[in-house]
């Protein structure tokens, strides 16, 4: 059981590029979310998604984009890529599509570098 | 709208000493409170959470949390910390977004 795969671990982008960030869960979780994490300022949630086809927008969502095709998948695309966007990337997931009691459960992140 | 503030950015206890991490939140319903743990170049570990019921809630890792809904806050405390919870503590409230602080970094002096 996997859990939270997030891919890939490490990333140098120029200005300007576009890329894909990748998460995947087995646990069959209908919430999945994006979160950037930059130092003294927590977690910072981009966009959430409650289940296939469903995404919606979080605090910081400019210059990303969502998409959630499946249950499992959960991208998250940089469309221009700025050195703004210099960070620490985390998807996470839970059980339930609404509000709930549940933990996330967290991947491991992925370390981007905008040049 | 919902916020988390956690006083502390950093702190350091000695191996053995008891810990308390303060967290206040603003909410607008009943919260769904969450502790998590995050080690160096890690993901993020749930620790604890709050949704109901008793108001003092038991986690992982000898660790536990108050609720105190006069004074908006929930935070977590450790009797003994040990050398390996040095680490950065995160709380957050919410339901479908969550929220977080901005967290508190945890030093453990031998």
């Known amino acids: 059981n996997a859990g939270v795969t997030q891919t890939p671990k490490f990333q140098v982008l120029k200005t300007g590029q576009s890329m894909t960030l990748q998460c995947a869960q087995d646990m069959n979780h209908e919430y999945m979310s994006w979160y950037r994490q930059d130092p003294g300022m927590g977690l910072r949630l981009i966009h959430y998604s409650v289940g296939a086809g469903i995404t919606d927008q979080g605090e910081v969502p400019n210059g990303y984009n969502v998409s959630r095709s499946t249950t499992e998948d959960f991208p998250l695309r940089l469309l221009s890529a700025a050195p703004s966007q210099t960070s620490v990337y985390f998807c996470a997931s839970r059980n339930g599509a609404g509000g709930g009691p549940y933990g996330y459960t967290f991947g491991s992140g992925t370390r981007l570098t905008v040049v | 709208a919902q916020s988390v503030t956690q006083p502390d950015i950093h702190i350091t206890v000695s191996e053995g000493a008891s810990l308390e991490l303060r967290c206040n939140y603003s909410?607008?319903?009943?919260?769904?409170l969450f502790w998590y743990v995050q080690s160096p170049g890690q993901g993020l570990q749930l620790l604890l959470k709050?949704?109901?019921?008793?108001?003092l809630v038991q986690g992982i890792k000898g660790f536990e949390a108050e609720f105190k809904r006069s004074q908006s806050s929930f935070n977590l405390r450790k009797p003994s910390v040990h050398w390996s919870d040095a680490a950065e503590y995160f709380c957050a409230v919410g339901a479908r977004k969550l929220v977080f602080g901005k967290g508190t970094k945890l030093t453990v002096n031998p």
């Open positions: 909410y607008g319903a009943t919260p769904y």
């Open positions: 709050y949704f109901s019921g008793d108001t």
